[in-house]
């Protein structure tokens, strides 16, 4: 049986390429199928994101792609989603999407984190999400959305996930993308509800936590992390045991996704965050 392709969509912010990609004894394949660029604009007094060009330019990259595969006679099974993050889109019960993403370089979170210093400590937030005070993160966005009025919504999606969605009509938010928006609780690898409460920025939607396999993958992602943690440290023996173990999740999450296995069971006791 001829070696699977898969193909990869990565997304910086206004250019995009879509890869067809091959990892097999003897082989580093990686083919740029397509190359598109997709400035934001200005729409309803925002400066915003055409996302319905950026997923046409993606769906021709994937057709290139699958023909390109084809003359190869290999199969491809998977297709992989990566983008900028912090910015998002709103799609209702029904699954339509409710306006155009805004762009992080819009100029609505101006004077913003003052207003959420107010609510919340700084030094609390940044004690519960570790992550790095930027105007445009999405908890800032999220916060001068809801100021706004957030038009009645079911699901909050990230933009590769909302790529995702489009491409298979399922909703799921991928951890490691997640991590960006300054919303997820680092040491429970969970969105910080309590967090988005007290900011009354959580109120108008409903935001979409990860499947059961979202949740294996991000384990074993952080058990990658810390193994490469314990590398640094010079403690081998634990770096070569998270390594394993990353790469058994990885592998029993592939098995699930592909209707082979069920989901392996997973607890977080099995990462130790620092």
């Known amino acids: 049986m001829a070696e699977a392709l898969h193909i990869a969509v990565d997304l910086g912010a206004g250019s995009g390429?879509?890869?067809?990609v091959g990892l097999a004894p003897g082989e580093v394949r990686l083919e740029e199928a397509r190359r598109?660029?997709?400035?934001?604009?200005?729409?309803?007094?925002?400066?915003?994101?055409?996302i319905h060009k950026i997923f046409d330019e993606i769906k021709a990259g994937l057709r290139h792609a699958a023909e390109m595969a084809g003359e190869l006679g290999r199969p491809v099974p998977s297709i992989g989603v990566d983008s900028w993050g912090v910015d998002y889109g709103?799609?209702?019960?029904?699954?339509?999407?409710?306006?155009?993403?805004?762009?992080?370089?819009?100029?609505?979170?101006?004077?913003v984190m003052e207003r959420v210093f107010a609510r919340v400590d700084r030094e609390q937030i940044f004690e519960r999400t570790g992550i790095q005070f930027l105007v445009f993160n999405t908890l800032f966005q999220l916060y001068a959305h809801n100021e706004s009025g957030i038009p009645d919504a079911a699901k909050l999606l990230l933009i590769p996930d909302l790529i995702n969605y489009f491409l298979t009509g399922k909703a799921a938010t991928e951890?490691?993308?997640?991590?960006?928006?300054?919303?997820?609780?680092a040491r429970a690898a969970e969105w910080d509800r309590e967090l988005l409460d007290?900011?009354?920025?959580?109120s108008a939607i409903a935001i979409l936590g990860p499947?059961?396999?979202?949740?294996?993958?991000?384990?074993?992602a952080l058990l990658g992390e810390q193994g490469a943690l314990h590398e640094l440290r010079g403690r081998a023996a634990e770096a070569?045991?998270?390594?394993?173990?990353?790469?058994?999740?990885?592998?029993?999450?592939s098995s699930a996704g592909a209707g082979l296995t069920q989901a392996p069971s997973v607890a977080l006791t099995e990462v130790n965050i620092p």
């Open 175 to 185: 951890y490691t993308n997640a991590t960006t928006t300054q919303m997820v609780r």
């Open 240 to 253: 070569s045991g998270c390594y394993r173990r990353s790469l058994e999740l990885y592998d029993a999450a």
């Open 90 to 111: 709103l799609i209702d019960a029904s699954g339509r999407l409710l306006e155009a993403p805004v762009c992080y370089r819009d100029e609505r979170t101006q004077g």
């Open 36 to 50: 598109f660029h997709f400035p934001p604009r200005h729409s309803a007094g925002h400066l915003r994101w055409d």
């Open 17 to 20: 390429r879509v890869f067809l």
């Open 211 to 220: 499947s059961e396999l979202d949740r294996v993958r991000m384990y074993a």
């Open 198 to 202: 007290r900011l009354e920025a959580s």
